[in-house]
């Protein structure tokens, strides 16, 4: 028992470095973002869509909130079996270790993105990355909430190789930090380096859901995995990528994107009548559905010049989201640090607040509206909240003034919410799953 409970605490600090250095890391990331929004302007080749920034943001801080609570199964199962059924036990302060590693890291990563794309079960969490229709470096920050759940296995090599649990979450870090900034339109071929890495040409490909493009290019850093086993293509200019998923979301339901096609292989599962395509479905290529199901149940055939989803916003409205999305955004960052020192029922109490936050949001965005209620609903239960306990989720007391910013900052939004959104429609993006 003391030994799990070291590794436990061990995969607990190296997940708490990571998201430490994400937290640190994210003002340079806006700042970049910033900067492309600019340079696009600039151009005439705007590639934003606030609607679609905020459901990326959104998607990348839930997967950190989310993250909070699968320690165990980030860095916590790695660190276990790097103690118990390692080969060999590598040094954590050797450069060959570090060089070494971080091949093999990527080469890991290669294999869980390219099963990502031909698993179902891997492609329900997967998909979350792909799903924008623009193609940005916002759309970097568009992370899966459930990859976790499987995507250890696909390190386990490491482990078994002796590579310490401290290298592997650095490693992991470093191969994440990379990928930001490959995911822009500003930055064309760059020669050698395409040949080489994971550059933004090679990754524009990733992303597309052209014929000629599809499931292409899965490296992490190098690109040379890819050339190596046979998935690699070039960028072609009388080509364009087309963004997005076969089966487009049509949402900005950060919860819906998460669970979309968990649902529709339920769905599928549940409705076959044999066994084994009840099994076989959640192991087949993306796209393969049983026999009687397709024929019971057709999926809608995808059609490459659809029109972006993109409900119309009043400016009032636009500003309202963005105002309500940074806040969030801003506590989330108090979040992520103080969680570590919270009970675990407020962390949780705290994580469902900021969830809800999100989710109401995006359905603000998509011109819902049932949820003018659930904002109300939301601003109105964190006055209450705050007012009885004058403390914030039990993790810090509020001194007279900053209670009072919050309850009036929340009495304001509940009066602007009936006259910015009272033009509401009824748009619906849900069920758009093949």
Not at 113 to 139: F, I, K, M, P
Not at 186 to 201: A, H, Y
Not at 219 to 233: A, E, P, T
Not at 259 to 265: D, H, N, P
Request: glycine residues 6%; positive net charge.
């Amino acid at each position: 028992m003391p030994s799990n409970n070291k590794q436990r605490r061990q995969g607990d600090e190296e997940s708490g470095m990571q998201e430490k250095v994400i937290t640190l890391a994210t003002p340079v990331f806006f700042l970049l973002i910033f900067i492309e929004l600019l340079v696009g302007l600039w151009r005439g080749r705007n590639t934003y869509r606030l609607n679609d920034a905020i459901n990326n943001i959104s998607l990348g801080v839930l997967s950190q909130v989310s993250g909070v609570f699968m320690q165990v199964l980030r860095v916590g199962i790695y660190a276990w079996l790097a103690s118990h059924i390692a080969l060999f036990k590598l040094p954590a302060d050797s450069l060959w270790v570090w060089l070494s590693g971080l091949l093999l890291y990527d080469l890991c990563y290669y294999w869980l993105h390219r099963c990502g794309h031909e698993v179902n079960v891997l492609w329900a969490a997967h998909v979350v990355h792909h799903q924008s229709e623009d193609y940005n470096l916002s759309t970097a920050l568009r992370q899966t909430s459930s990859g976790p759940i499987l995507g250890w296995i696909f390190y386990a090599p490491m482990a078994l190789l002796g590579y310490p649990a401290e290298v592997f979450a650095a490693l992991a870090l470093i191969d994440l930090l990379y990928q930001f900034w490959v995911h822009t339109q500003q930055i064309g071929k760059l020669g050698w380096l395409d040949r080489v890495f994971v550059t933004p040409s090679n990754h524009r490909v990733h992303h597309g859901v052209n014929d000629i493009y599809l499931d292409k290019n899965y490296g992490g850093i190098l690109i040379l995995w890819d050339r190596l086993f046979g998935s690699f293509i070039e960028e072609r200019e009388q080509e364009p990528v087309v963004y997005g998923t076969r089966s487009p979301l049509r949402s900005w339901n950060p919860l819906w994107a998460n669970v979309e096609v968990y649902k529709t292989l339920w769905l599928d599962a549940w409705r076959t009548r044999l066994w084994r395509d009840k099994l076989h479905i959640w192991l087949a290529a993306p796209g393969w559905r049983p026999a009687d199901v397709a024929a019971n149940w057709p999926s809608v055939p995808f059609d490459i010049a659809r029109p972006l989803y993109h409900p119309q916003l009043s400016r009032a409205a636009q500003v309202y989201c963005l105002l309500q999305f940074a806040i969030l955004l801003l506590v989330t960052t108090h979040f992520l640090a103080a969680q570590i020192a919270m009970p675990w029922l407020a962390g949780l109490g705290y994580a469902a607040w900021l969830t809800a936050g999100l989710w109401i949001v995006g359905g603000l965005i998509e011109m819902r509206p049932r949820y003018i209620a659930l904002e109300a609903v939301r601003l109105g239960a964190t006055s209450l909240g705050v007012w009885l306990a004058r403390a914030w989720f039990g993790a810090a007391s509020l001194t007279p003034l900053m209670l009072s910013a919050i309850i009036l900052l929340s009495l304001a939004s509940m009066i602007a919410l009936w006259p910015i959104f009272k033009r509401s429609s009824t748009m619906h993006g849900h069920l758009s799953h093949q």
